[in-house]
């Protein structure tokens, strides 16, 4: 099973909105990461967790705060976001932060900031 | 940084037409992925190939790593095949940066 899901499908929220985006994957994958996508473009690596520590930040705002409780769950909490952060958000997986891996992605959350 | 180009950016096919896509890379790298992404944003693993050649039925790539590109053919196109393809390349180890990307679209 390469499954890696993402709960909400859709998300619209105010700029004053706190709400969070989930991850989960039951692969045994050890890292984990965000990606970002706006509209007609690639998407653009956010943050990637290993063993459940942070170890790459792509200098993302701190209105983006990520979150790894566990080696299958993987959070982005948002807080005070601006339009211009409407995208899809794509969370994917790996056996490991290594170069021999490789990342499966899944089906994405559309943000919509109001 | 990386630099990694596709090309063409847009390819209209009839239905059953072959094609070939490409992926020019500017540095070596560990990892190379080629990707399907459907239209409601759902990344496909096509293949992992950091070099050498992989065929999974109307689908090859080939990867020559010491020029630096990887080429995708896709055959007897359908079109169930049309969307976004993007390869993506892992550098450093777990960053990976797409191209970007092909937009395909297959005409019945």
């Known amino acids: 099973d390469t499954e890696v899901t993402q709960t909400p499908k859709h998300l619209v929220m105010g700029m004053t909105n706190k709400k969070s985006l989930k991850c989960e994957q039951h692969?045994?994958?050890?890292?984990m990461y965000w990606y970002k996508q706006k509209a007609k473009k690639p998407p653009e690596l956010m943050f990637v967790y290993s063993y459940e520590k942070l170890s790459i930040n792509e200098s993302v705002p701190s209105r983006f705060s990520p979150e790894c409780p566990n080696s299958s769950l993987l959070n982005l909490h948002l807080h005070a976001l601006q339009p211009e952060d409407s995208a899809l958000y794509l969370c994917?997986?790996?056996?490991?932060?290594?170069?021999?891996?490789?990342?499966?992605f899944g089906p994405g959350t559309r943000l919509t900031v109001l | 940084g990386i630099q990694v180009e596709q090309s063409p950016p847009d390819l209209i096919l009839q239905e059953g037409a072959n094609s070939t896509l490409r992926c020019n890379f500017s540095d070596s790298v560990n990892n190379l992925q080629w990707f399907h992404q459907n239209p409601w944003g759902q990344l496909i693993n096509l293949f992992y190939i950091p070099s050498g050649t992989k065929q999974n039925g109307r689908l090859s790539a080939t990867t020559v790593a010491t020029e630096r590109y990887s080429l995708l053919y896709i055959s007897s196109s359908q079109t169930t095949d049309s969307g976004v393809y993007f390869c993506a390349v892992e550098y450093p180890a777990g960053k990976l940066i797409f191209g970007q990307g092909t937009t395909l679209q297959v005409k019945p």
């Open positions: 692969m045994g994958h050890r890292a």
């Open positions: 994917a997986s790996s056996h490991d932060r290594g170069a021999t891996d490789t990342q499966y």
